[in-house]
């Protein structure tokens, strides 16, 4: 298994999921269904947390079972360059994600 350029936490890498729905029902089932997959909520509609490939991938076809034609859903894994490099501007809470069971590199 390489590791050279991912975040790995066994097996898993992080994942950050966001997304923009204009319809309520609709983002509110895709949001039930990212915490169902184990994310936690960062913002509004953004959830973040760790996942296997085929993890993301399932959580991608429950998604594009919601969304409507000009809904957008992003599911970007995370490589750990990119993520110890995060800015983060504004109040946020990284306690509550360390208390999940994954790193945050700083």
């Not at 959580?59 to 859903?73: H, P, R, S, T, Y």
């Amino acid at each position: 298994m390489r590791t050279s350029n991912h975040l790995f936490i066994g097996g898993e890498l992080i994942y950050w999921v966001i997304y923009d729905i204009s319809n309520n029902s609709n983002r509110l089932k895709v949001s039930e269904e990212c915490k169902n997959f184990g994310l936690v909520r960062i913002q509004k509609s953004a959830f973040i947390g760790k996942m296997t490939k085929n993890t993301a991938e399932m959580l991608a076809i429950k998604c594009k079972e919601i969304i409507e034609k000009n809904d957008c859903v992003f599911i970007i894994p995370s490589c750990s360059n990119c993520f110890s490099d995060k800015i983060i501007l504004g109040k946020f809470d990284e306690e509550k994600l360390k208390s999940k069971d994954f790193l945050i590199v700083d």
